[in-house]
């Protein structure tokens, strides 16, 4: 004889209530990014997830250090867009494929998208294509505080379809530390 089992039917969740149950669950909160030192001792590189950050005071006037980050970003193929000015963040994009020592881009699956079975091949990047966002503050006395960021983006060619996909790639530091280097005139 065929045994009937009950099941215990919960109304969905949603909104208020569904904060109050993962509140009660009480998981822990994620960690901060820890800052490293690296190489020179005012350098402060700090490294989230896919994109590269640093840090470092300059003994330069901002406006002087403003030029030279401009002349460092088109000798390195980064064309800027936008304002060049002291206090505003200079972002700049690569106008050509990144050289590969900026980022390391990973091996990806890429899926067929027409296929019932879940068919996936190893594609690796072939194009890396970069941008930087720079700002320059005033500190104290006649320093300068630069900040530099980039984010490196990877090419990737379906192999099913044919069709480039775009994923994130993490940064090296490579560009960073060059970027700061031209700052501080090294």
Same mark, same amino acid.
């Given at each position: 004889m065929p045994r009937i089992v009950r099941v215990l039917h919960l109304p969905a969740l949603s909104g208020a209530g569904l904060a109050l149950l993962l509140a009660a669950c009480d998981l822990p909160e994620r960690p901060t990014p820890? %800052? =490293?030192?690296? $190489? &020179?001792?005012? +350098? =402060? +590189? +700090? =490294?989230?997830?896919? &994109?590269?950050? %640093?840090? $470092? =005071? +300059? %003994?330069? #006037?901002? #406006?002087?250090?403003v030029a030279r980050i401009d002349a460092a970003l088109r000798r390195l193929n980064l064309a800027p867009v936008g304002p060049i000015e002291v206090g505003i963040p200079i972002e700049a994009r690569s106008q050509r494929i990144s050289p590969p020592g900026w980022a390391d881009c990973p091996d990806v699956q890429i899926r067929d998208p027409f296929a019932e079975a879940l068919r996936a091949r190893t594609a690796s990047a072939g194009n890396i294509r970069s941008s930087a966002t720079v700002i320059v503050r005033p500190a104290e006395g006649s320093t300068s505080r630069v900040s530099v960021r980039a984010v490196h983006e990877g090419t990737y060619i379906n192999a099913f379809t044919n069709n480039p996909e775009q994923r994130p790639c993490r940064s090296t530091g490579e560009l960073e530390r060059e970027l700061l280097a031209a700052a501080a005139g090294r």
């Open positions: 820890r %800052a =490293t030192r690296i $190489e &020179a001792t005012d +350098v =402060t +590189v +700090v =490294t989230p997830r896919l &994109a590269g950050a %640093a840090e $470092e =005071t +300059v %003994a330069a #006037a901002p #406006a002087e250090v």
